[in-house]
Nanobody, 115 residues
Framework: VQLVESGGGLVQPGGSLRLSCAAS????????MRWYRQAPGKERELVAG????????NYADSVKGRFTISRDNARNTVYLQMNSLQPEDTAVYYC?????????WGQGTQVTVSS
């Protein structure tokens, strides 16, 4: 099982990034997918989640209206489009796959928002 995040980097406040998470080794279309983030000295927090078929998504209040989660089950990939980024969005972003008692994690990708 592998979850490989990409797309992180340094961006100025107000900018945008699109994170991708490529999955392999399991039946991607049967798993809900989530993005978490962890800032230095803080606990890991749930940012966004999407159901296995992509029909429903939910977001943390802090990112509603700015971030959009989506998935392409044909490509075994989940995305996180991040707009209007702010310094408080700086964190390592992790991809997570879940189904009942099973859960898998990626290694994370760093997002830094700074001028």
């Amino acid at each position: 099982v592998q979850l490989v995040e990409s797309g992180g980097g340094l961006v100025q406040p107000g900018g945008s990034l699109r994170l991708s998470c490529a999955a392999s080794g399991f039946t991607f279309s049967r798993y809900g997918m989530r993005w978490y983030r962890q800032a230095p000295g803080k606990e890991r927090e749930l940012v966004a989640g999407i159901t296995s078929a992509g029909g429903s998504a939910n977001y943390a209040d802090s990112v509603k209206g700015r971030f959009t989660i989506s998935r392409d089950n044909a490509r075994n990939t989940v995305y996180l489009q991040m707009n209007s980024l702010q310094p408080e969005d700086t964190a390592v972003y992790y991809c997570n796959a879940w189904r009942t008692s099973l859960t898998y994690w990626g290694q994370g990708t760093q997002v830094t928002v700074s001028s």
